[in-house]
């Protein structure tokens, strides 16, 4: 008798994926971390599987502010990221980021 086991678990895919990073920043600073934030939604728009980016400043607690951004997949998330330009300009904004998971489906 020949067994044959089939696997339940999803392969991994290339489908969308969305990447979401939270700041809190002082209320002082706000206007100017904005710009900083749409300074770094440019340069990662730029990269090839951009899909669509956003800035937002939370409505309850105006210290918190949000960069979501769409991509084709992870892998064209992560060579965004490893552009020399995100390097210089994106990451450092971006390490300032409160530390949770932000990669979702």
Same mark, same amino acid.
């Given at each position: 008798? #020949?067994?044959?086991? &089939?696997?339940?678990?999803?392969?991994?895919?290339? !489908?969308?994926? /969305?990447?979401?990073?939270?700041?809190?920043?002082?209320? #002082?600073? $706000?206007?100017?971390?904005?710009?900083?934030?749409?300074?770094? #939604?440019?340069?990662?728009?730029? !990269?090839? $599987?951009?899909?669509?980016?956003?800035?937002?400043?939370?409505? %309850?607690?105006? +210290? /918190?502010?949000?960069?979501? +951004?769409?991509?084709?997949?992870?892998?064209?998330?992560?060579?965004?990221?490893?552009? +020399?330009?995100? #390097?210089?300009?994106? &990451?450092?904004?971006?390490?300032?980021? &409160? %530390?949770?998971? $932000?990669?979702?489906?």
């Amino acid at each position: 008798m #020949k067994m044959i086991f &089939i696997s339940m678990e999803q392969p991994p895919t290339l !489908a969308a994926m /969305l990447a979401i990073a939270r700041f809190q920043v002082q209320l #002082k600073d $706000g206007l100017d971390f904005r710009q900083e934030l749409e300074g770094v #939604k440019a340069v990662l728009s730029e !990269a090839s $599987g951009f899909i669509s980016g956003s800035v937002g400043q939370n409505l %309850d607690d105006p +210290t /918190l502010w949000v960069l979501t +951004t769409e991509w084709q997949n992870v892998g064209s998330y992560r060579r965004a990221l490893s552009s +020399t330009r995100a #390097k210089l300009e994106a &990451i450092p904004v971006l390490a300032r980021a &409160i %530390d949770e998971p $932000g990669a979702y489906e």
